[in-house]
């Protein structure tokens, strides 16, 4: 189980980097805690900051996983850069297994 977390995380990091929205947006759930904004709102404005990047990259490093059931968290250090920010951070995504498939529920920075 947490190989397959860990596929989710790292074909999540993949499509963000290939500025593949429709993919980078489809490893959410519709569950999502977007925070304050609604999810919709969330999309559209994750949409606003990747598509027109020239080029992303995200390095997933020292990722550690933990599955409990239904749920997991995957525990990184996240080094992104693009032609506009460059930035490191350590992250925490939430993900629950839903239709079979690790989508992310929260995302948040430690």
Same mark, same amino acid.
Not at 30 to 58: C, H, Y
């Given at each position: 189980?947490?190989?397959?977390?860990? %596929?989710?995380? &790292?074909? $999540?990091?993949?499509? $963000?980097?290939?500025?593949?929205?429709?993919?980078?947006?489809?490893?959410?759930?519709?569950? =999502?805690?977007?925070?304050? &904004?609604?999810?919709?709102? $969330?999309? +559209?404005?994750?949409?606003?900051?990747?598509?027109? !990047?020239?080029?992303? %990259?995200? @390095?997933?490093?020292?990722?550690?996983?933990?599955?409990?059931?239904? &749920?997991?968290?995957? @525990? =990184?250090? +996240? @080094?992104?850069?693009? @032609?506009? =920010?460059?930035?490191?951070?350590?992250?925490?995504?939430?993900?629950?297994?839903?239709?079979? !498939? $690790?989508?992310?529920?929260?995302?948040?920075?430690?």
């Amino acid at each position: 189980l947490a190989k397959d977390v860990e %596929n989710s995380v &790292m074909a $999540w990091a993949s499509a $963000w980097s290939k500025r593949d929205i429709n993919g980078y947006l489809g490893a959410y759930s519709e569950d =999502f805690d977007s925070g304050r &904004m609604s999810l919709s709102a $969330w999309k +559209q404005q994750r949409t606003e900051r990747i598509v027109p !990047r020239k080029r992303i %990259n995200v @390095d997933i490093t020292k990722l550690n996983i933990t599955v409990n059931g239904s &749920m997991a968290t995957a @525990d =990184f250090e +996240q @080094d992104y850069s693009s @032609d506009t =920010f460059n930035g490191s951070s350590n992250k925490r995504l939430s993900l629950a297994l839903e239709g079979g !498939r $690790w989508l992310i529920v929260k995302e948040s920075v430690r």
